[in-house]
T-cell receptor, first 114, second 110 residues
Framework: NAGVTQTPKFQVLKTGQSMTLQCAQDMNHNSMYWYRQDPGMGLRLIYYSASEGTTDKGEVPNGYNVSRLNKREFSLRLESAAPSQTSVYFC?????????????FGPGTRLTVT | DQQVKQNSPSLSVQEGRISILNCDYTNSMFDYFLWYKKYPAEGPTFLISISSIKDKNEDGRFTVFLNKSAKHLSLHIVPSQPGDSAVYFCAASLGNQFYFGTGTSLTVIP
């Protein structure tokens, strides 16, 4: 039972390159989230998927796209990376959208854009 | 504008004493409040939560207090242990979305 897994763990990109961050969960949770964590900023929501087949923007969606591939997988794509996207990215899951349910986080992907 | 704020970036406490971490929020519509603990190079892990209709929730050494009139919550850890040294984030939920504070780094001194 791996919980929430994220790949890759580390990535260095040049400005303008594209990449996809992968997130998979084996907890049969309906909701999945992507956050970024920057120094002094806490975690900020990029996109979320309340259930399979739906996605919605969070606080900081610009420069990102997401795909809820199936119930288990939620990917985050950077089409043209910028240095401002240097951050640690966390995927999280939740049993259901709304209600008294906490989120479960993956270990994170550390991305550097040069 | 930050809807959830943790104004103390760091806190040091002696082992065995009480640790009190504070959090303020601005949106009175938040329905749940949560505390997460984070170690370096790991994702946050859930610690304790409280519904907006309650004013206290306790789980072992951890107690969360909610003061809705002041839009303030606090996490008490008693007694503090060296393994509690980590960054603590408070978060507030509004339906599907969560809003996180900037974190407080707690150091428990043996």
């Amino acid at each position: 039972n791996a919980g929430v897994t994220q790949t890759p763990k580390f990535q260095v990109l040049k400005t303008g390159q594209s990449m996809t961050l992968q997130c998979a969960q084996d907890m049969n949770h309906n909701s999945m989230y992507w956050y970024r964590q920057d120094p002094g900023m806490g975690l900020r929501l990029i996109y979320y998927s309340a259930s399979e087949g739906t996605t919605d923007k969070g606080e900081v969606p610009n420069g990102y796209n997401v795909s809820r591939l199936n119930k288990r997988e939620f990917s985050l794509r950077l089409e043209s990376a910028a240095p401002s996207q240097t951050s640690v990215y966390f995927c999280a899951t939740r049993p259901l959208a709304g209600g008294p349910y906490e989120q479960y986080f993956g270990p994170g992907t550390r991305l550097t854009v040069t | 504008d930050q809807q959830v704020k943790q104004n103390s970036p760091s806190l040091s406490v002696q082992e065995g004493r009480i640790s009190i971490l504070n959090c303020d929020y601005t949106n009175s519509m938040f329905d749940y409040f949560l505390w997460y603990k984070k170690y370096p190079a790991e994702g946050p892990t859930f610690l304790i939560s409280i519904s907006s209709i309650k004013d206290k929730n306790e789980d072992g050494r951890f107690t969360v207090f909610l003061n809705k009139s002041a839009k303030h919550l606090s996490l008490h850890i008693v007694p503090s242990q060296p393994g509690d040294s980590a960054v603590y984030f408070c978060a507030a939920s509004l339906g599907n979305q969560f809003y996180f504070g900037t974190g407080t780094s707690l150091t428990v001194i043996p």
